[in-house]
Nanobody, 125 residues
Framework: QVQLVESGGGLVQAGGSLRLSCAASGRTFSSGAMGWFRQAPGKEREVVALISWGGGLTYYSDSVKGRFTISRDNAKNTVYLQMNNLKPEDTAVYYC??????????????????WGQGTQVTVSS
């Protein structure tokens, strides 16, 4: 069992930055792929950034590539999402998710077994 708690969301002006954190508990955190996802009102949940178990492989959606950076610290059981040059279209609830036992990048949302409660990110123009 893995429990995930996101933090770091908030209100920021366009062009600003935020750093999201996802703290995990449970023995399987360090042995699985992780990801950040987001869901805007009226839209489906979408992939933002993914990271492999060891952190050596990452994936970004085209909409955030070059602006967001995903990283993880397995010693601290935490995954991060550094978000720079934020745009109003980045406004959404951001979720982290875990896929224990999966060592490479996991692209399918349905393959993530555990989800956090989400943190709101609002970017004003």
């Amino acid at each position: 069992q893995v429990q995930l708690v996101e933090s770091g969301g908030g209100l920021v002006q366009a062009g600003g930055s935020l750093r999201l954190s996802c703290a995990a508990s449970g023995r399987t955190f360090s042995s699985g792929a992780m990801g950040w996802f987001r869901q805007a009102p009226g839209k489906e949940r979408e992939v933002v950034a993914l990271i492999s178990w060891g952190g050596g492989l990452t994936y970004y959606s085209d909409s955030v590539k070059g602006r967001f950076t995903i990283s993880r610290d397995n010693a601290k059981n935490t995954v991060y999402l550094q978000m720079n040059n934020l745009k109003p279209e980045d406004t959404a609830v951001y979720y982290c998710a875990a896929a224990p036992g999966r060592y490479t990048i996991v692209r399918a949302i349905n393959d993530y077994n555990y989800w956090g409660q989400g943190t709101q990110v609002t970017v004003s123009s």
